[in-house]
């Protein structure tokens, strides 16, 4: 009997392991469906909440095109504002939004789903108020702001989502690649919406154009904001709340601390000067986006058709560097170049360099070169390649940069909350891009004096000559984060030979 016994004992204890392994198994790979529906959502998204901003020049030609009567009372030129104005807002909200649903922000991160329904709702709701506009202010407030604060709230508890599920620096995708991917099909919908709208307009006209987006807006946001589940973090946290409800004060007390988010970043150098470098390259990058339109079609002499191509071909590179940037700023390429016994490293100051700079450089070489003549087309069509893959790419290195400020966090034994970090580095670039629309109108008037069309004219002499200048530059010192990085290092070789 007691061999028996023994022998019955030894058959269980083989068994555990195996039912383990296809228990972890089994998890792993609903783990593995669940992020794939998260990041589908989140790409689906992107047409809902950027559609409109992205295709925003087509609406802008449309207004500038003498052979459409302008529909609104006020002055046309502040029609160039709701763009930048939109993407602003947007841009602004999300430091506010993103420290609400944060993980640490208690009961509203636990209704993320609810919150991007309730900003589907608005965005719609704005959409069809600004078809029955009939003075231009009206435009701005239901299209520039309330449409824009729908689409931030839609954007914010979704994107909070997708990087807590891919906070995995170990995994096949980590976040900077997970954020990367949903930026390229952001630029796929850049590429594919002036068409769309440039059909409606021609077809229809401006109020039905806008009532079809309005249930395109509808349709898509809800599908994907359903796809984007609740991270497995927020679910234990809830779970865990709901089991402790009943304990006492002190209870309570260490659930409300473990809510507050750290500030710990904001007594350093390093988070100013990216938010800094960001402002200034966002400054410039929504200037194309609003005039292109106008410009192909007064300087180069192209019709509607060619103009909308031309903002197309702005956005189609981005497809491409927002994966390709999100790679770089990885780190995976460093872990590639050790293995082949390389020991060097792009860091987060040096992508972000890179983007910003060959940005600028087409804006000077490209874009101010710009003629009405027959070459003109093509540095244009040139133009809008080049400036879109790196000024497109731009925003996919934050990855990085929110990797580096992980890194000095743990340096330092300080907690950080990337989540609340991206929210107020999107802030920065709201920042950038309301400056940017704000200084586009004047900047417009200073070169009215110029010609416009007259053949053989540069993009430097026409009515677009200011603005180049200033994309060009503000372009450019998006790369203030390598500069400062290599006055650190000046600084420190100094002080050695001293």
């Not at 954007?155 to 390229?184: D, K, M, Q």
Request: hydrophobic share 40%.
């Amino acid at each position: 009997m007691p061999e028996t016994e023994t022998s019955h004992i030894s058959l269980e204890d083989l068994s555990p392991p195996a039912s383990e392994d296809i228990a972890d198994s089994r998890r792993q790979s609903e783990s593995s469906r669940q992020r794939a529906c998260v990041l589908a959502g989140s790409a689906l998204l992107q047409l809902p909440i950027w559609g409109f901003v992205m295709c925003y020049g087509v609406f802008q030609e449309y207004y500038y095109n003498p052979a459409n009567s302008f529909p609104f009372s006020g002055n046309r030129e502040l029609t160039g504002v709701i763009g930048t104005t939109s993407n602003g807002v947007i841009y602004l909200s999300m430091p506010f939004l993103f420290a609400l649903f944060t993980r640490n922000g208690g009961w509203a991160a636990r209704r993320r789903r609810p919150a991007a329904l309730c900003g589907s709702v608005l965005t719609c709701a704005s959409f069809v108020l600004s078809s029955f506009s009939t003075h231009v202010w009206h435009l701005v407030a239901t299209q520039g702001v309330l449409a824009a604060l729908g689409c931030a709230l839609i954007y914010s508890p979704t994107t909070l989502s997708l990087g807590e599920w891919f906070n995995r620096p170990g995994g096949s995708i980590n976040r900077s690649v997970a954020y990367g991917v949903v930026l390229s099909c952001k630029n796929i919908v850049g590429s594919g919406c002036p068409f769309l709208i440039r059909f409606l307009l021609d077809r229809w006209g401006l109020r039905t154009t806008l009532l079809v987006w309005t249930a395109i807006t509808a349709g898509v946001s809800v599908v994907g904001i359903m796809l984007v589940l609740t991270p497995p973090q927020l679910s234990s946290s809830s779970e865990e709340e709901e089991t402790s409800s009943s304990d006492g004060g002190g209870s309570r007390a260490r659930r409300h601390h473990g809510r507050h988010i750290p500030w710990q970043f904001l007594r350093h150098q390093t988070f100013y000067i990216y938010c800094v470098s960001i402002v200034c390259q966002s400054a410039g990058y929504g200037i194309p986006q609003t005039y292109l339109n106008t410009y192909a079609a007064e300087v180069t002499l192209l019709s509607q058709a060619s103009a909308t191509l031309m903002l197309a071909l702005f956005n189609v590179p981005g497809i491409f560097s927002s994966s390709f940037f999100g790679y770089l700023g990885s780190g995976k390429p460093a872990r590639s170049r050790r293995r082949w016994g390389i020991n060097t490293s792009l860091s987060a100051a040096i992508v972000t360099a890179i983007s910003a700079v060959s940005a600028g450089l087409s804006a000077f070489l490209l874009w101010g070169l710009t003629s009405s003549q027959q070459s003109g087309m093509a540095l244009l069509v040139l133009f809008s390649v080049t400036f879109g893959f790196f000024a497109g790419g731009y925003s996919a290195t934050w990855g990085g940069i929110l990797n580096e400020l992980e890194r000095e966090a743990a340096q330092r034994n300080e907690a950080i909350d990337t989540g609340m970090l991206y929210g107020l580095l999107n802030g920065a670039r709201g920042i950038g891009y309301v400056s940017g629309g704000l200084a586009g109108v004047p900047l417009l008037r200073a070169g009215s004096g110029s010609a416009s069309n007259v053949a053989g004219v540069f993009g430097y002499e026409t009515t677009y000559g200011p603005l180049i200048v200033f994309t060009g530059l503000s372009s450019v010192l998006g790369g203030l984060g390598l500069l400062w990085k290599w006055e650190r290092l000046l600084r420190g070789w100094m002080a050695r030979i001293r």
